[in-house]
């Protein structure tokens, strides 16, 4: 027992708690929506998942630091529309180029806000407040109040959705959760190997000490706020992508959406801990409770209370079985050694 | 002591606002030596330590290392050099494991992690310290020994050349303390430079190698420990100018108001013993963390005692919270008025009704501002707080008329005790000398007051008597006649001078 206390964190332990959750929201869905486990339900499920996925991975950069961008859904919604209105006017663009310059526009917007936290000394929930509305009031400016139809847009665009990376017998990892899921690889080594993201944890785990461990504070946020607003605009175009049609109201309450993931995750909201395995899965869970509740049909209204209702539940569930855990698992005694100390310093 | 100094301070000052933190103190470190640093509060140990990391920069003077002047403007500088602290209450990231925490300083020169030589040089690390933790589990939840460790080990990795030691024994039990002193020793053989901070005479001679004294931001002694004695410390620390200080007249001993037995929260404080007549003043003195303030918040229902007895008034009372301690005509004046005393942005007149507001309303339940106003200028003319109107936002006041502020809101709830924690703390003299006199008053019409105090000297001309806290402990009572600046500082930190210290009566 003692080895496995010792061999896997409690971090881990806490993902796999969520799992378990995952399953036994599935199962029930199952037993009452006929025609559940189907490649349908997966691919309708497994895009909305990736949407969240994508920004709540930036949004736990921004976490992680003890920080909250507010702004994401906006950011989405502004470079989904600034890049469907440039498809509509050149056609012939590589996907390569677009990426980056959605993740360009959304990381100028996310350095914007990281300026303003870091160095403006704001709090980041009133920068973002305030940019939230800014980025969307740009967008309104900029698209005129005129939506992008998807009959204006390229083929190639429209068909990513469809398009499939690999299959496992009836069901395919398609293209949209795949771009998700590379992110969640790079971000989760980078989190775990990068020496920038064990500062980012630092950081947000005890400022105090990060300041007189000599630790740059406001570049690390600043970065991590760019970063989020990279990955907010590469939702822009995955959002693109998955609908099409771009109104001035794209991606608008997507930032709940996102901070829920990345929450149910385990990420804490005061920063220093979670990772962004954690977030996915709670993408995954906020993505099948809100696709399975519009399969059962259920009034908009009570959709919106059931899942408010489930990400609760959740996370209480998870802080009573992590608060019973945490003095348990990682127990650990300062023990001295027999002997006399021997310094060879 | 050959060799060439490592590291010297020369003249350095600092100054915040009016006060002079540092007025051109000198201190020189030699490698392989414990020097000690002595000053009670307010001495400027804290503001050399600020300064010796980067934190701080001083206003004027320089810091040589190895003889070449160096600048610290951060503490990621000082750590290049070499200089790193240790603070009493470790500052460890909670949830970065122990291996992270020990080298976090040194991830800025290689981009990726290489967990498992970060885990075995963790090890390696904490095994030079003679200690084994697990190096993978989160430093949150550990004891507060364990931390240190951490700490320490984190500066042994930094190549530590001039360790400073903010009083590290504070929180550890009597075997940490003589593991963290072998520890001690160990670096010094290695020629580390420690500047060891500490309030425990006993530890001091038993480490240290030189001692000095600081006084008032001033640097006031510096001798080898052999040519130190207790006494001679003591005196060096408190011999402070007592000046022109008010004076307390004589004023009737009255009826007990106030009387505490065996009152305990720990790990804040225990087994503390008094009585508080009316026209009483008990100066309550000690360090900084000796618990005194905690004592005034379990009177007072903030934190309340977990054992003990409080009698007010003659009957046994439970003090739960705030409101119920000032129903009973208690009151209690924080340190820090600005945060705890008054309400910043609102009139004066508005914060002196403010506790008593429910009596100054109409029949429609509406505060009527005249009556404010009268009771306003009432407190205005017999405390001569000086404003040019009663309307003014009490943030736009001096310190001392503040000060005079929150007591004109508590004396308007007409208490029998009053509670003052350091009531002149950041006052000029002039105003000083009116809060004093405003005590002196309230003492002679009968209130009993228990005044919480760091200064000295105010404590031994305000106080009828001074009970002394060291620890969380009552290291005795003193009557106005017995109490000197030497008894009581000797009393503080534990140290016994001429007259041995009554202990508090059997104390578990």
Redesign the interface.
């Known amino acids: 027992m003692r080895r496995v206390r010792r061999l896997v964190p409690l971090q881990r332990l806490r993902e796999l708690s969520l799992v378990l959750i995952l399953i036994i929201v599935i199962v029930i869905f199952g037993n009452q929506i006929d025609n559940y486990y189907t490649p349908r339900t997966f691919n309708r499920i497994s895009s909305t998942v990736a949407l969240i996925t994508l920004v709540a991975v930036g949004q736990t950069l921004v976490l992680l630091t003890r920080n909250v961008d507010l702004s994401v859904g906006s950011m989405v919604g502004f470079t989904a529309y600034y890049l469907g209105r440039h498809l509509s006017k050149t056609e012939d663009m590589s996907p390569m180029v677009l990426a980056a310059m959605a993740m360009g526009i959304g990381g100028a917007m996310g350095l914007i806000n990281g300026l303003l936290v870091a160095y403006g000394r704001i709090p980041a929930i009133v920068v973002t407040l305030g940019t939230m509305a800014i980025y969307r009031g740009a967008l309104v400016r900029y698209s005129d109040s005129k939506s992008v139809a998807t009959r204006e847009l390229p083929p190639w665009i429209k068909d990513l959705p469809q398009e499939t990376l690999y299959k496992f017998g009836e069901y395919e990892l398609r293209a949209l959760p795949g771009i998700a899921l590379g992110a969640v690889i790079i971000f989760f080594f980078i989190l775990l190997y990068s020496s920038f993201g064990r500062r980012l944890y630092a950081i947000g785990s005890s400022p105090e000490a990060a300041h007189l461990a000599g630790i740059h504070a406001p570049r690390m946020v600043t970065l991590a706020f760019t970063l989020c607003g990279a990955l907010s605009g590469l939702g822009g175009m995955v959002y693109l992508a998955r609908f099409g049609t771009i109104t001035v109201e794209a991606g608008r309450g997507l930032e709940l959406q996102v901070v829920a993931a990345a929450v149910v995750g385990g990420v804490s909201i005061t920063g220093g801990s979670g990772t962004v395995l954690g977030a996915m899965l709670g993408a995954i869970l906020i993505g099948t409770l809100e696709q399975s509740l519009i399969r059962m049909q259920i009034n908009e209204f009570w959709k919106d209370a059931v899942m408010g209702l489930c990400i609760i539940v959740a996370v209480s569930v998870d802080r009573i079985l992590i608060n019973q855990l945490t003095p348990w698992w990682s127990r650990t005694e300062l023990q001295r050694m027999p002997e006399e100390p021997h310094a060879e310093v | 002591m050959t060799a060439d100094p490592l590291l010297e301070i020369r003249n350095v000052s600092k100054q915040f606002g009016a006060t002079k933190a540092l007025d051109s103190v000198s201190l020189t470190l030699y490698p392989g030596e414990v020097h000690a640093l002595l000053g009670e509060n307010g001495a400027g140990k804290s503001t050399l330590i600020k300064i010796m990391?980067g934190?701080h920069q001083p206003d004027s003077g320089e810091i040589l290392l190895q003889g070449h002047p160096i600048s610290l403007h951060?503490?990621?500088?000082a750590?290049k050099h070499g200089i790193a602290?240790i603070y009493q209450e470790p500052?460890?990231?909670?949830?970065?494991n122990?291996a992270?925490n020990i080298f976090?300083?040194h991830?800025?020169r290689?981009?990726?992690?290489r967990?498992g030589k970060l885990y075995r040089d963790a090890e390696k690390v904490l095994?030079?310290?003679?200690?084994?933790?697990?190096v993978?589990?989160?430093a949150?939840?550990?004891?507060l020994?364990?931390q240190q460790?951490v700490e320490i080990a984190k500066a042994?990795s930094m190549d530590v050349r001039v360790l400073i030691m903010d009083e590290p024994t504070a929180s550890l039990s009597i075997h940490e303390v003589k593991?963290l002193f072998?520890?001690v020793r160990?670096?010094r053989?290695?020629g580390?430079a420690i500047l060891f901070i500490s309030h425990r005479m006993d530890e001091v001679f038993e480490i240290a190698d030189r001692v000095t004294v600081f006084r008032d931001g001033q640097f006031v002694s510096m001798a080898p420990v052999a040519e130190v004695t207790p006494e001679r410390a003591i005196r060096d620390m408190v011999g402070r100018e007592i000046g022109d200080i008010f004076v307390k007249e004589p004023s009737p001993r009255g009826d007990v108001i106030l009387s505490v037995k065996a009152l305990s929260r720990e790990p804040r404080f225990r087994n503390i013993n008094f009585e508080l007549h009316a026209g009483e003043v008990l100066g309550l003195a000690g360090l900084v963390g000796a618990g005194r303030t905690d004592v005034a918040l379990a009177l007072f229902g903030i934190a309340p005692a977990h054992h003990g007895h409080i009698e007010y008034l003659g009957k046994e009372v439970h003090i739960h919270s705030p409101k119920q301690a000032t129903q009973m005509g208690m009151v209690y004046v924080p340190e820090d008025r600005r945060q705890h005393g008054l309400v910043l942005p609102m009139s004066l007149m508005a914060n002196i009704s403010l506790p008593s507001v429910k009596n100054y309303r109409n029949q429609f339940g509406m505060v009527q501002h005249h009556k404010e106003a009268a009771t306003a200028e009432h407190y205005r003319q017999q405390l001569s707080i000086r404003t040019s109107s009663l309307s003014m936002p009490a943030g736009k006041l001096s310190g001392g008329n503040q000060q005079k502020v929150v007591l004109s809101k508590w004396l308007n709830t007409k208490p029998r005790l009053l509670i003052l924690d350091e009531p002149t703390r950041g006052i000029d003299v002039g105003a000083k000398q009116e809060v004093h006199r405003l005590i002196n008053d309230l003492a002679q019409q009968g209130l009993a007051i228990l005044m919480i105090s760091s200064d000295l000297p105010e404590v031994l001309a305000m106080s009828d008597r001074v009970l002394v806290m060291r620890e969380g402990q009552q290291m005795g009572i003193f009557e106005r006649h017995e109490a000197t600046q030497e008894t009581i500082m000797a009393a503080a930190i534990g140290q016994s001078v001429e007259k041995p210290v009554e202990r508090a009566a059997e104390y578990a």
């Open positions: 990391t934190i951060n503490s990621a500088q750590q602290a500052l460890v990231f909670p949830d970065l122990i992270e976090i300083s991830q800025r290689n981009p990726l992690v967990w095994a030079q310290l003679g200690v084994a933790l697990d993978r589990a989160l949150r939840g550990l004891p020994a364990a460790t042994i593991q072998a520890l160990n670096l053989k290695a580390v």
